[in-house]
């Protein structure tokens, strides 16, 4: 009985870990891709486009943000 509970308990903990969705963003800084900066990371809710921003202008540049 106690095989089978740490059997059952180890394939929850993998399951847990194979369902994770990532994220992964892009930086755009003045329409260019931005190489330098780079995001990749696991969500818990909602959808990668929650990430976005919008077109920022900071000090004449534009920033942008793009996630999926």
């Given amino acids: 009985m106690k ?3 740490i059997i059952l308990l ?5 399951l847990s870990f194979s369902c994770n969705k990532y994220c ?8 260019k891709e931005d190489k330098s900066l780079k ?3 696991v ?3 909602g959808s990668c486009s ?6 920022l202008e ?8 793009k996630c999926k």
Avoid: I, M, W
């Fill in 58 to 65: 900071v000090d004449g540049h534009t920033h942008e943000t």
């Fill in 3 to 5: 095989k089978t509970g």
């Fill in 39 to 41: 995001d990749n990371f």
């Fill in 10 to 14: 180890a394939a929850c903990a993998l």
């Fill in 24 to 31: 992964h963003c892009k930086y755009y800084l003045d329409g």
């Fill in 50 to 55: 929650d990430y976005n921003s919008p077109l």
């Fill in 43 to 45: 969500y818990e809710s």
